[in-house]
């Protein structure tokens, strides 16, 4: 007789729980025989203790498993992307609508903010009127209609994965190899895919701070998600300063609607150009660059997102002018540079944590985000600052605020004499 205790023992001896066993724990979450601290002590025992490959396969089907399953029966491939985490990163406002432009269909499943990493749930929130938690019928006529949707976990998709993923946000479990990749892909199976591109973060800005860990991460998600029949690669970036020049919901929503509309491009640009060429390889299509490319350009991929965004309840015109639609923050404030110099390192995940303390993100399960608060026109590697010129906005609700996330930002950022060597966004493929 399988119980709570018991799995949770065997991981504290550094045993390995049986298929059976962990398929019992995943339908505890999903139908609170499992309680709270049972489920956090099950995390921290994974964290610590991890499960061998046959033990991460076995649970992340067990979570896939925990609630229903969808299948789709459209005329293009159904396809997805996800991160592990990063800041200032919105590929999947831009992706979404650019694949669906190149003829995918994207049931984007996605989740609230990690840690220091802000949520693709957290960013669409700041839209007035957006719906993330579309029932599935909205959920599926949205997808038809504008060939994307982005939307919340519905109480019936892998619910085990549900009760987990807060538990890991507020127990310091977030790190763990086991439970990334299970959270990660049994959504993502569960939303019936036929093929998944993951960015795997590395560097300062990313829960994996090493390309060894990283490169770990990537192996496992590809093998078990293979494994599971859906068709899957990984790009390992880089992840050593934010991917967009904001960081928090609502300028982040920003940054991503100046790609979609031409305004900018640079690397969120450049790696959602990457990750959907990989996502449409795996599903057959070819020349997947190039079309996505063009897809952004001729504004095919801002117009799909203005049907996901009004099929979603959002304003019908956001795309036409959505800065009339994004919340403001009350204080804007400069962060000076102290001195003069080059910008040689930034410490990503300090400034991740800096938006978290201003509201953007959550220090407890309970906390409301203020979706208008974070950093703007945040400095680059490489870039030459003299001293009192902005190494970033501040925004945020309260002066005493600003004035904390300011001096966070200045310790964040190194400046000196030698700009850092170049590196490619992109560090590996694992397919």
């Not at 059976?20 to 339908?27: I, N, P, R, T, Y």
């Not at 994974?46 to 490959?53: I, K, N, Q, T």
């Not at 019936?192 to 990283?214: E, H, I, R, W």
């Amino acid at each position: 007789m399988t119980d709570a205790r018991s799995v949770i023992a065997a991981l504290r001896r550094g045993d390995a729980p049986t298929p059976e066993a962990l398929a019992w724990f995943a339908q505890g979450l999903a139908d609170g025989t499992v309680s709270d601290a049972q489920a956090g002590a099950f995390a921290m025992g994974v964290c610590l203790r991890g499960l061998p490959d046959a033990g991460r396969v076995a649970l992340t089907r067990a979570m896939r498993d925990s609630g229903h399953v969808l299948d789709w029966d459209l005329d293009g491939p159904v396809v997805d992307k996800h991160s592990t985490g990063g800041i200032g990163d919105c590929t999947s406002l831009v992706l979404a609508p650019a694949l669906a432009a190149c003829g995918a269909y994207v049931p984007m499943i996605s989740g609230r903010g990690l840690g220091h990493t802000g949520g693709t749930l957290d960013k669409l929130d700041a839209i007035p009127g957006y719906a993330t938690a579309a029932d599935e019928a909205r959920f599926r006529r949205v997808v038809a209609d504008a060939g994307c949707a982005i939307v919340g976990a519905s109480a019936d998709i892998a619910p085990a994965d549900r009760r987990l993923y807060a538990v890991r946000d507020v127990t310091a479990t977030v790190e763990s190899l086991d439970l990334i990749c299970s959270s990660i892909l049994s959504k993502k199976l569960a939303a019936g895919l036929q093929a998944l591109v993951l960015d795997v973060k590395v560097g300062s800005g990313a829960f994996m701070k090493t390309a060894a860990d990283a490169g770990a991460l990537a192996r496992a998600m590809v093998d078990t998600a293979n494994a599971a029949g859906c068709a899957t690669a990984v790009l390992m970036t880089r992840m050593d300063e934010p991917l967009a020049p904001s960081l928090g919901n609502a300028l982040e929503v920003d940054a991503a609607m100046r790609v979609l509309t031409g305004v900018a491009t640079g690397p969120l640009h450049d790696l959602s150009v990457a990750l959907g060429a990989e996502a449409l390889d795996r599903a057959g299509i070819a020349e997947g660059e190039a079309k996505l490319r063009d897809a952004i350009a001729s504004g095919a991929a801002a117009e799909r997102f203005a049907r996901m965004i009004y099929g979603l309840g959002g304003p019908k015109d956001f795309v036409e002018d959505w800065t009339r639609f994004l919340p403001e923050a009350t204080v804007i404030e400069e962060v000076p540079a102290p001195d003069s110099g080059i910008v040689t390192a930034i410490d990503g995940e300090a400034l991740g944590l800096a938006v978290v303390r201003l509201g953007g993100g959550r220090q407890v399960e309970s906390d409301r985000i203020d979706p208008a608060v974070g950093l703007s026109d945040v400095v680059r590697l490489g870039a030459r600052v003299e001293r009192g010129q902005p190494l970033a906005k501040v925004h945020a609700a309260r002066e005493g605020q600003a004035q904390e996330a300011a001096r966070a930002v200045a310790a964040a950022v190194t400046l000196g004499d030698k700009a850092p060597k170049a590196a490619p966004l992109v560090i590996e493929r694992v397919a």
